[in-house]
């Protein structure tokens, strides 16, 4: 299996790579490619194979989107159907933007969904990679809008969807420290 992220910001914001970063260490850099990537290459050179071209206009066959408005749920057995798991890198807007919509027009691709909550994209992989090893979607345990303390009276809400594993969040490393240092929001 091999897991797709369409990079679908216009830049390589340091957010997408702690998140990219985080994915590549799930999946492993052999089994990740990052299409559509524009600006910022040389920042993820590192983490899995890099196209420039959108995945849209690349030939992959037995591909699956995962978005969260798909009619059916992802299932271990879907490991047999498809070759490629594809995910948009997306900064995620609250609400969403269904900006994977465009893509899922454009390849006339299967869906499937992991729930009907906004996930990060590490998230995403992170649930897909779970559910295709065996783990079923309501065995999961998620954390949804989490908090993040900043500075003193200062919160930062995260207004997704997160795994918990062994009662920890698995936030991509290195978030909470940026989200900290950053000056404005």
């Given amino acids: 299996m091999l897991y797709i992220i369409e990079h679908m910001d216009k830049e390589m914001h340091k957010w997408s790579i702690l998140e990219y970063s985080h994915i590549s ?23 899995g194979k890099i ?3 959108s995945i849209s206009v690349m030939d992959f066959d037995n ?8 009619k059916d749920c992802l299932q271990a057995k879907d490991k047999n159907k498809f070759e490629y798991f594809v995910f948009g890198g997306i900064l995620g807007d ?4 269904k900006r994977t919509h465009e893509l899922i027009k454009k390849l006339k691709a299967q869906t499937r969904n992991l729930g009907n909550k906004q996930m990060s994209t590490d998230t995403a992989v992170l ?14 345990r998620f954390a949804d809008t989490i908090m993040i303390p900043v500075r003193e009276g200062e919160d930062v809400i ?4 997160y795994v918990l594993k062994d009662g920890k969040l698995m936030l991509a490393p290195g978030i909470v420290k ?4 950053q000056k404005g929001f």
Avoid: H, S, W
Wanted: aromatic share 4%; with cysteine; proline share 5%.
């Fill in 158 to 161: 995260l207004p997704f969807r």
């Fill in 51 to 53: 196209y420039q071209e």
């Fill in 127 to 140: 649930t897909t990679k779970m559910i295709l090893e065996g783990k079923k979607l309501e065995k999961i």
């Fill in 178 to 181: 940026m989200l900290k240092e």
């Fill in 94 to 97: 609250d609400p969403p933007k």
């Fill in 25 to 47: 260490k799930i999946v492993g850099k052999e089994n990740l490619i990052f299409t559509n990537v524009k600006k910022g290459k040389e920042k993820i050179k590192n983490l």
């Fill in 63 to 70: 591909i699956c989107i995962l978005d969260m408005d798909a």
